[in-house]
T-cell receptor, first 113, second 116 residues
């Protein structure tokens, strides 16, 4: 079964600095998708960024980028120029075609002013 | 507004009771997923429906059941409730459960269930 591991229960970053959240996954599939979701105190699940496994180029969305290492089964999220509004729980998720999405346990990010 | 509507937003009930959570997917989405999020934990997949048919089951208890109706809205029924069932229950939808899911799910805002 596919599993997603987030080894950092909590992370902290200074406003305007950069932080990287780690995620590893276990799969025998070759075709799959990876996601980072943000869950602010409102509890809404917000898609931050996604990556197709067949694409070698790392996805980027404004201040958010990923470092996708397929061989190492690693998918980290880098947040640049951190803002107070980035404070939230961040979930890494994995999905292969025809299957449901699997989530990691989450990393709580605190942004210090 | 994500387009996925969940009602009610909050629900408080006693142990042993039965409740029904409702989800209306985003317009055009045929597939609905239910997830459970216990306090400060990740999301656990419960069950998926596609166009009215059950498609996949996850860690769903026998006390829980779900269905998807012809208008594509879905209901999650929780019975014989226990304190440990207190959680946030999310509904998510996609247009095509197989290839469309590569764009991620669209989540509702969740139903907070408290069992006392």
């Amino acid at each position: 079964a596919q599993t997603v591991t987030q080894s950092q229960p909590e992370m902290s970053v200074q406003e305007a600095e950069t932080v990287t959240l780690s995620c590893t996954y276990d799969t025998s599939e070759s075709d799959y998708y990876l996601f980072w979701y943000k869950q602010p105190p409102s509890r809404q699940m917000i898609l931050v960024i996604r990556q197709e496994a067949y694409k070698q180029q790392n996805a980027t969305e404004n201040r958010f980028s990923v470092n996708f290492q397929k061989a190492a089964k690693s998918f980290s999220l880098k947040i640049s120029d951190s803002q107070l509004g980035d404070a939230a729980m961040y979930f890494c998720a994995y999905r292969s075609p025809f299957n449901d999405m699997r989530f990691g346990a989450g990393t709580r990010l605190t942004v210090k002013p | 507004d994500s387009g996925v509507t969940q009602t009610p937003k909050h629900l408080i009930t006693a142990t042993g009771q039965r409740v029904t959570l409702r989800c209306s997917p985003r317009s055009g989405d045929l597939s609905v997923y239910w997830y459970q999020q216990s306090l400060d934990q990740g999301l656990q997949f419960l069950i998926q429906y596609y166009n009215g048919e059950e498609r996949a089951k996850g860690n769903i208890l026998e006390r829980f059941s779900a269905q998807q109706f012809p208008d594509l809205h879905s209901e999650l029924n929780l019975s014989s409730l226990e304190l440990g069932d207190s959680a946030l229950y999310f509904c998510a939808s996609t247009r095509n459960p197989d290839r469309g899911g590569n764009y991620g799910y669209t989540f509702g805002s969740g139903t907070r269930l408290t069992v006392v």
